[in-house]
């Protein structure tokens, strides 16, 4: 210690003050990190190790409430589909994946749960990893409304060719759609089709809200975290 107090009366009294306090800022920012490492190894793994154990005991719970809440998820849809005497109401949720070269990540909708009519065909198998990029306008429309409606699926034929494309193969003819919001930020779309025109219609709005806050409630996991605080 009185060596490394000696070096830096040298440095200060041959290059000034500043430079040797600088000097000193310096040789801390480079050693000071080996110096922390190297004296504790056994914390710093125990501390990794901690992370590591806390993120599979809650990908674990989380795992087991989404088992749990698929039957309710499942409920609120059936409920919803004979209240409004409808042929199938599917829950979007969107997922993340991989990036493109630059780092920009891509997002998906995935069809996670479906209730059908009698004599109606499933086509959730279908509805699998839909990039958001080709619903774009859609999605604008939908957040800045709260609701889309689509009374008959051939007036979005030029609209949104897109939506009528991906539509058109449930033979659906009239849809509905609401957004499922955490924190403000939407997560998941529930949405409503019949096979007859006008089957769904706006005066149908309050009673899809009140179905989607009882989805949105059975999805939020902040019940979940705080429990295992």
């Known amino acids: 210690m009185d060596g490394l107090f000696k ?19 310096i040789i801390l920012l480079i050693l000071g990190p080996y110096f922390i490492i190297k004296s504790f190894p056994d914390l710093i793994k125990e501390l990794i190790q901690s992370k590591i154990i806390e993120d ?26 004979e209240d409004l005497t409808i042929d199938r109401a599917i829950l979007f949720e969107f997922t993340n994946g991989t990036s493109n070269l630059v780092g920009l990540p891509f997002l998906f ?17 279908i509805y699998q990893k839909i990039n958001l990029s080709l619903m774009a306008n859609c999605l604008a429309e939908l957040e800045e409304k709260g609701y889309y409606l689509v009374e008959d699926i ?36 529930l949405v409503v089709s019949s096979v007859r025109c006008q089957a769904l219609i706006k005066e149908h709005v309050p009673r899809i809200s009140k179905a989607t806050q009882r ?15």
């Open 7 to 25: 070096f830096f009366e040298h440095i200060a009294n041959n290059y000034g003050i500043s430079f040797a306090i600088l000097f000193l800022v």
């Open 56 to 81: 599979q005991k809650f990908h674990k719970s989380a795992t087991k409430h989404r088992r749990k809440v698929s039957k309710e998820i499942q409920k609120v849809l059936a409920d919803l589909l």
């Open 109 to 125: 909708l995935n069809a996670t749960s479906e209730a059908i009519s009698h004599n109606t065909v499933s086509v959730a198998n």
């Open 154 to 189: 051939e007036d979005e034929r030029l609209k949104h060719p897109v939506l009528h494309s991906f539509i058109s193969v449930t033979n659906a003819k009239s849809l509905l759609f609401y957004p499922i919001f955490k924190d403000n930020l939407m997560f998941a779309i």
């Open 215 to 229: 989805l949105s409630s059975l999805l939020n996991l902040e019940e979940l975290k705080q429990e295992m605080k």
